[in-house]
C-alpha cells in the first residue's frame, strides 16, 4: 500500500476513534438512543478502473450489480458507527488486435482480440453515520470511512496480451488491494415500526491513484432496514 494512503487511512481512523470518545457519554442516554439496525440490499457499481482504455474499438462494461449488507450502532441519538460487506463485482473491456497503451502505470500491448476483467473480491467497510434529528417517516443521513477492497486483472480471448513486458493469455496478469476512503448520503422511510426501506449512495472522498491511475468505485442501493 503507498505510504500517502496509509498515512490518511491512519489519519481517518483516527479521527473515528475520537469522535467515539466524544459521543460515547451521550450513549448512557439509553432512551434516546435508536437501536442497532442492519440492512441487506442491492446495489449497481459503477466502476471505472478500466476507463483508461478507452479509444478505438474498445468495448467497456463497467457496470455490475452486487450485494451488500451494514450493521449500524448507535453511540448517540445522531451518530452511528457502520460496518458492512460488498459481495465482489466484475467489469471488462474488449481490445481490439494491435492496441497499446498504459494501464497502471505499465505500457501494454495485444496481439489478437481479448478482453481485459477487473474481478474486485469482496470488499469491506468502516465509518460513521450522522442522521440530523427529524420527525416523522422520513429520514436523511450522511455517512463516510474506510472501503478495504482488493482486485485482480484477467486476460482472456484468442488474443495474447504483453503487460510490463510479460506476455498472458487466459490469465491474471496484475493483482491489487488497499483501502479508500469515502463518503456518502442515504435516506431511508419508515414503513412501520422499526422497518424501513433505505436508499444511499457512496463514491470515493478522495481521487486515490496505484501507479498513476485512479481507482473511482460508486455505488447506488436499495436496501431493506430492520431494527433490533
Do not use: C
Not at 470515493?204 to 431493506?224: C, K, Q, R, Y
Request: proline share 4%; aromatic share 12%.
Amino acid at each position: 500500500m503507498p505510504i500517502s494512503r496509509l498515512i490518511m487511512s491512519s489519519k481517518l481512523i483516527s479521527t473515528l476513534m475520537v469522535i467515539f470518545l466524544i459521543t460515547f457519554p451521550y450513549a448512557s442516554s439509553a432512551h434516546e438512543v435508536p437501536k442497532p439496525s442492519f440492512t441487506l440490499g442491492g446495489m449497481l457499481i459503477i466502476d471505472s478502473a478500466l476507463d483508461v482504455l478507452e479509444g478505438s474499438g474498445v468495448t467497456i462494461d463497467d457496470k455490475d450489480i452486487v450485494a451488500n449488507f451494514t450493521a449500524n450502532y448507535y453511540v448517540s441519538p445522531s451518530l452511528a458507527f457502520e460496518g458492512g460487506v460488498i459481495t465482489g463485482h466484475e467489469i471488462s473491456a474488449s481490445l481490439p488486435s494491435n492496441d497499446s497503451g498504459t494501464l497502471h502505470g505499465n505500457s501494454y500491448s495485444t496481439s489478437g482480440a481479448l478482453t481485459i476483467t477487473a474481478k474486485n473480491n469482496t470488499s469491506y467497510l468502516f465509518g460513521v453515520k450522522y442522521s440530523p434529528p427529524t420527525r416523522g417517516a422520513l429520514s436523511v443521513y450522511g455517512k463516510a470511512g474506510l472501503l478495504f477492497w482488493d482486485a485482480e486483472f484477467i486476460v482472456g480471448g484468442s488474443g495474447t496480451l504483453t503487460y510490463n513486458g510479460s506476455t498472458y493469455n487466459s490469465k491474471t496478469f496484475l493483482q491489487v488491494d488497499g483501502s479508500d476512503p469515502y463518503i456518502g448520503i442515504g435516506m431511508s422511510y419508515e414503513i412501520r415500526k422499526n422497518t424501513s426501506f433505505a436508499f444511499d449512495y457512496i463514491t470515493p472522498a478522495s481521487t486515490n491513484a496505484i501507479n498513476g491511475v485512479a481507482l473511482d468505485i460508486s455505488g447506488f442501493s436499495a436496501s431493506w432496514l430492520r431494527k433490533f
